[in-house]
């Protein structure tokens, strides 16, 4: 008898749509009000990310900042009429930690209003700048769901200076009122929660141990999140003078390595944008 095909588990895929000048890294070497002073690169790189994607076919969920989709719509019509989920990524790439509920419900209508202006179509899903759903911010979902959102992506259920959520559940779980969490994936080993989900940790880990972990959460039946940055593939980016030692290291390690480890994963999983991903997951964890 021939072999029994083996399914591969569907992984979901989201890109975190800012620029190399909006990172919470750089946040005390650059003003906000300075942005518009700074040469934008973020078109050309998700490009670059549109482009690889196009040649596996497949589709993920861009999480776009307000801010870049209000100066550069083009770049959201072109995620949308290729396939992709569009979903919110804040406004003003402010921490959640940093503002009150009155701030948080104005900076995420604005961001969810220019996306749904661009596309025509209702924004589901939202992700907090640096992870910053926290014990302390809980209150955020709240007004996640009374702006109609169905789903988060923030909790990071590990240890992290930007956000940070030990002990959170590490799988898709539902919140209430079918609102969904889906916490960026961690891999337990003695008791320890190892971030596997992308963006600085991809760059800093071996691809091989990466791929070897995210495998080990597949062989479990679980679904893993990964998240990537468009200014992580452009190892050209200027460089930021003023920001602290350890804010250019997060910045610029290995950033001539994203891309081929980048084609290298999306050849190794199988990936859906979240929203997909999670109602696979909730038609079989009810």
């Known amino acids: 008898m021939p072999a029994e095909k083996i399914t591969p588990i569907v992984n979901a895929l989201s890109i975190d749509v800012e620029d190399y000048f909006h990172v919470s890294a750089f946040e005390l070497a650059i003003n906000r009000n300075h942005w518009d002073d700074y040469a934008g690169r973020v078109e050309q790189n998700t490009e670059k990310i549109l482009n690889m994607l196009e040649e596996r076919n497949i589709k993920a969920t861009f999480f776009i900042l307000g801010w870049v989709a209000k100066r550069c719509p083009k770049i959201v019509r072109t995620i949308k009429n290729l396939g992709h989920e569009i979903a919110s990524h804040g406004y003003n790439h402010e921490l959640i930690t940093n503002q009150t509920p009155g ?14 202006d661009i596309t025509g179509e209702k924004v589901i899903g939202y992700r907090a700048p640096s992870f910053s759903v926290t014990p302390k911010t809980l209150w955020s979902i709240d007004i996640m769901i009374e702006m109609g959102l169905k789903y988060d992506s923030s909790v990071f259920p590990a240890m992290r200076d930007y956000g940070g959520y030990p002990g959170a559940p590490r799988n898709p779980y539902k919140i209430k009122n079918d609102f969904w969490e889906f916490p960026l994936s961690t891999y337990k ?5 190892i971030p596997v989900a992308g963006g600085g940790y991809f760059r800093l880990f071996p691809y091989g141990l990466t791929r070897h972990l995210l495998r080990e959460k597949n062989k479990q039946g679980l679904p893993f999140i990964f998240y990537l940055h468009p200014w992580e593939l452009d190892s050209g ?4 003078k003023e920001a602290s030692l350890l804010g250019r290291f997060r910045q610029y390690q290995n950033l001539d390595k994203t891309e081929p480890r980048f084609r290298n994963l999306c050849r190794d999983f199988a990936f859906s944008p979240i929203k997909d991903v999670i109602s696979t997951w909730a038609s079989t964890k009810g």
């Open 103 to 116: 701030l948080f419900r104005k900076d995420l209508k604005e961001s969810i209003a220019v996306l749904e």
């Open 189 to 193: 080993i003695l008791g320890l929660s």
């Open 237 to 240: 980016q200027p460089r930021i």
